[in-house]
């Protein structure tokens, strides 16, 4: 039973969260939501994308078995989620949409639009390899 959490675990995470933010990324409408998207719809963003993480490595990279290593399955979905926001962050800062300094409201509902469908790939192709 593997319980640690290694470079292994975290290339895939990035490879999986950048497989999905660089196309949204690039997309005028995700730029869009972001800015204009209400504080109460980014907090629902936010959670859907905790659920969703939880709920798939729950039942597929630890297959419903997390008796022993609920500390484990925590820290698994904040790596995660994370390791894809800072993937997020540096697509969006490279593409020059990402203004955390004269925006950082905007930089934020960005970052969390975004990083939900970029944290399902990561948590996904973290779970390539099971628990």
Do not use: C, H
């Not at 629902?44 to 993480?53: H, K, Q, R, Y």
């Not at 729950?58 to 500390?71: D, G, L």
């Amino acid at each position: 039973m593997k319980l640690s959490f290694n470079m292994e675990d975290v290339s895939q995470i990035v490879v999986g969260s950048a497989a999905l933010a660089i196309p949204i990324s690039f997309s005028e409408e995700a730029w869009s939501i972001g800015a204009t998207l209400p504080f109460f719809k980014l907090l629902l963003v936010f959670f859907l994308s905790m659920a969703f993480l939880s709920f798939f490595a729950y039942e597929s990279v630890f297959q419903a078995n997390i008796k022993y290593r609920v500390p484990v399955f925590i820290a698994r979905i904040f790596f995660a989620y994370t390791i894809a926001g800072i993937v997020v962050a540096l697509i969006l800062f490279s593409l020059d949409k990402f203004p955390l300094l004269s925006e950082p409201v905007i930089a934020l509902k960005r970052l969390i639009v975004v990083t939900m469908p970029a944290s399902m790939g990561a948590i996904i192709v973290d779970g390539f390899d099971k628990e």
